[in-house]
């Protein structure tokens, strides 16, 4: 986001990071949601936030000075934790809940969810949790990693026989104030076996909970700046199909690949006469939809080498 002269405000989306992360440039800054902010036991004037461990009013009048600021919402039944740099001010309005800074800041601000079944009112993530689960070694590991974020990354891979080796890199930076310490990132089930296959590097964080999960199984916590991810290799089993085609139906297959056959959905074009679209000749095109062309392609010359046909002109 700019002002007229400068960049004001700036969001690092890095893949995989637990934290939302906002750099700020002598702006204000407000974190807020259309939700309320939840009363705790005994709490009947105003509801309270916990500022460095703290609890303090949040009443629309009371400064709150501090790195970190913990707060649950009801409408989510959620708990986040605000991680901010040292001896930031706030005003903190309950409903619907707002975090705003008294002074413009210079610097980053970080938030995570901690807790996704804070009490267990919460509907879609609090099966078989009545009363709400525990978060507290999740959030003590947000809080330890907090001072340092990831601001971009890096793909470096080798191929040492069998074993390749997938490696991500983070570039990191810091919240002022604060120690830095190694990234925090989420990685999903598919990616532990490949973390651990690796002898140093990120470590898997198996035994504290978090509270994201989907159809891809519960994401768990890695703690490095470096994630080595190594893959046992196929053997190369190329594109060739494992057994020749038969005689008899060569002349079937060659008639759609090169025509007058038509192959295509609606009958208008043989497969010889497929290519890329311009735009993605001119990588402008969706990068989903363009790794299917590609293999669409390659697929049609190894069916022409099968056949014999591979160095006819229209593959030229």
């Known amino acids: 986001w700019r002002s007229a002269q400068n960049v004001v405000m700036s969001v690092p989306l890095v893949r995989g990071s637990p934290y939302i992360t906002a750099e700020y440039s002598g702006v204000v800054a407000r974190v807020a949601a259309e939700q309320a902010l939840r009363r705790g036991i005994g709490e009947v004037e105003w509801p309270h936030v ?5 609890r303090h009013p949040c009443d629309g009048m009371t400064r709150l000075t501090g790195a970190v ?11 986040w934790l605000l991680f901010a740099p040292n001896a930031t001010t706030w005003i903190c309005e309950p409903m619907p809940f707002s975090l705003t800074t008294v002074k413009p800041l210079d610097g980053a601000l ?8 804070t009490t267990g009112s919460g509907t879609a993530h609090c099966s078989g949790a009545p009363t709400g689960r525990s978060n507290q070694a999740y959030a003590e590991l947000l809080q330890q990693h907090a001072g340092s974020y990831p601001a971009s990354a ?6 040492d026989g069998d074993v390749g080796t997938l490696r991500w890199v983070w570039a990191r930076r810091g919240l002022a104030g604060w120690h830095r310490q190694k990234l925090l990132q989420l990685a999903w089930p598919v990616h532990r076996p490949l973390l651990e296959a690796a002898s140093d590097g990120a470590k898997v964080m198996s035994k504290i909970a978090t509270p994201f999960c989907d159809v891809r199984g519960e994401a768990v916590a890695v703690v490095g700046n ?5 893959y046992e290799l ?9 057994r020749q085609v038969p005689v008899s139906l060569q ?11 038509a192959a295509r959905w609606n009958h208008s074009s043989p497969d010889c006469s497929f290519d890329l679209p311009l735009k993605y000749q001119l990588a402008v095109g969706d990068t989903y939809f363009s790794g299917k062309m590609i293999a669409r392609l390659a697929r049609l010359v190894a069916i022409a080498g099968e056949l014999g046909e591979a160095e006819e002109i229209y593959f030229g």
């Open 226 to 230: 470096t994630w080595d991810l190594v």
């Open 154 to 159: 890096a793909v470096e891979f080798k191929v």
């Open 50 to 54: 916990v500022v460095d461990g703290r």
């Open 110 to 117: 970080r938030a995570a969810l901690a807790n996704n079944c």
């Open 69 to 79: 600021i913990e707060f649950d919402l009801v409408q989510s039944d959620s708990s």
């Open 234 to 242: 196929f053997p190369d089993v190329g594109l060739n199909s494992p």
């Open 251 to 261: 002349s079937e297959i060659l008639a759609v690949l090169r025509g007058p056959e």
